[in-house]
C-alpha cells in the first residue's frame, strides 16, 4: 500500500502537480482558536473573530452571548446564538472576513455540557 501511495506521489509531482495540506489557523501564528467551557473573559486585547463553533452534550441546548468587553458582560454584544441539544453543534456569526473587536471578548456560555471553540486573528 505505500508503494502505491509512493508512486501515486511521484507520478503527481513528475507531471507538475503541487500537493499542499490546506492551511489551519493552529499552524498560522497570527490565529488561535481556544475552547471556552465556562462564562468569562476571553481575551482582554483587541482581536478580529474568525469564527465560533458552540458544541452541545447532544440532549441540552446551549447559549453563547459574546461582548466587546474585557471584564464584564458589558458593551456591545458581539453575538448571541442558541445550538439545539440534539444538534450537537453550531456555528456563530457569520463573519465574513472577520469581526473586529476593540476592547476584548468576554462570553457568557450556558447548558449542561455545552462549550464553545472560537477562532481569531489577532493583531
Known sequence: MKKL????????????????????PLLDPTNSVTEITTTGVYTAKSCTIVKIKIVTDGTN?????LHDSASAASGNVI?????????????????PGG?????????????????????????
Open 5 to 24: 501511495f509512493l508512486s501515486i506521489l511521484i507520478l503527481l509531482a513528475s507531471h507538475g502537480l503541487v500537493i499542499a495540506e490546506p492551511s489551519t
Open 61 to 65: 441546548d446551549a447559549t453563547l452571548i
Open 99 to 123: 469581526r473586529r473587536v476593540f476592547n476584548g471578548i468576554y462570553g457568557t456560555i450556558s447548558g449542561t455540557g455545552a462549550s464553545c471553540f472560537i477562532d481569531v486573528r489577532w493583531d
Open 79 to 95: 453575538d448571541e446564538t442558541t445550538v439545539i441539544g440534539a444538534d450537537h453543534y453550531g456555528f456563530g456569526g457569520p463573519f
